[in-house]
């Protein structure tokens, strides 16, 4: 994709982000576009970045994109050829602990924890660091058995244990909404994270002051996410196009 057309794309995404905000009765400026980069190469990532500064120097007054990879594969790749635009990373796919590490030499937030295990994990490695970790819980709101995010009955307890970790803040909580064309499951869920992400903050307990974010919504739900409350839209396609389809398992 030419870099016109990703300049193109993201303002219209930026068009439809602003759009469901006014539905919604929010301030334009309150959901932050996050761009899922995996697969698409680092000059394709940098062309949606000059493309995002571009249109702030013009006169957008939207935050600046985030940036997420699934993979850290991925991360340790790219984000060394982008460093010169300090772009802001997201770890958005599950973390295995052998690439904690790696992950952090980049990554200013880890939207993925759904498990005690890796936090501590997380905790261990940062607790000596000044500046907390960002770290959000990943809920899986639609129970659908191939997507990573703690239950929603247990994820309050996940928030909270892993809020009084040291070297960690919990901005908020992350999810990838149900698979379904009907638009009211796919509202519902998003509702549920609200309602997690509520439960904890009322809860006052340590560390769940500034748990306020909801990172969900993608490029063909995101209107309904911002209508449930979303913070953050984590968005490829509809502004780098469709990715390579996954290789076919080996026959065999
Ligand atoms: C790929 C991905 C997205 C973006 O999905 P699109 O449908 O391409 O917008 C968002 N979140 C996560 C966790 C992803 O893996």
């Known amino acids: 994709m030419s870099s016109e057309d990703v300049a193109r794309r993201?303002?219209?995404?930026?068009?439809?982000?602003?759009?469901?905000?006014?539905?919604?009765?929010?301030?334009?400026?309150?959901?932050?576009?996050?761009?899922?980069?995996?697969?698409?190469?680092?000059?394709?990532?940098?062309?949606?970045l000059l493309a995002d500064a571009a249109a702030r120097d013009a006169g957008?007054?939207?935050?600046?994109?985030?940036l997420g990879e699934n993979r850290v594969q991925e991360l340790v790749a790219k984000a060394p050829a982008l460093v010169d635009l300090s772009p802001t990373w997201?770890?958005?796919g599950p973390l295995q602990s052998n690439k904690v590490n790696a992950a952090l030499r980049w990554a200013s937030a880890v939207e993925s924890v759904a498990d005690d295990a890796l936090a501590r994990r997380l905790s261990d490695r940062v607790r000596e660091r000044d500046v907390p970790l960002?770290?959000?819980?990943?809920?899986n709101?639609?129970?659908?058995?191939?997507?990573?995010?703690?239950e929603p009955a247990a994820a309050a307890d996940l928030a909270?244990?892993?809020?009084?970790?040291?070297g960690l803040r919990?901005?908020?909580?992350?999810?990838?909404?149900?698979?379904?064309?009907?638009?009211?499951?796919?509202?519902?869920?998003?509702?549920r994270l609200r309602d997690v992400r509520d439960e904890v903050v009322r809860s006052g307990a340590p560390g769940t002051g500034d748990a306020h974010g909801l990172s969900?919504?993608?490029?063909?739900?995101?209107?309904?996410?911002?209508?449930?409350?979303?913070?953050?839209?984590?968005?490829g396609t509809a502004v780098f196009g469709s990715r390579p389809a996954p290789a076919a398992p080996a026959a065999g």
């Open 10 to 48: 993201l303002a219209q995404v930026r068009d439809r982000v602003a759009t469901a905000c006014t539905a919604a009765g929010r301030g334009a400026d309150e959901v932050q576009v996050l761009l899922a980069s995996k697969t698409m190469d680092v000059a394709t990532v940098r062309a949606a």
């Open 60 to 66: 957008s007054t939207a935050p600046p994109v985030l």
């Open 90 to 92: 997201h770890v958005i």
């Open 134 to 139: 960002d770290v959000w819980v990943q809920v």
């Open 141 to 150: 709101v639609s129970g659908e058995a191939t997507k990573h995010g703690a």
């Open 160 to 166: 909270a244990r892993v809020a009084a970790l040291p």
């Open 170 to 191: 919990l901005a908020g909580f992350m999810t990838v909404g149900a698979r379904s064309t009907d638009e009211r499951v796919v509202r519902a869920g998003f509702a």
């Open 216 to 235: 969900m919504g993608m490029s063909g739900d995101l209107e309904m996410a911002v209508a449930e409350g979303a913070t953050v839209v984590r968005v």
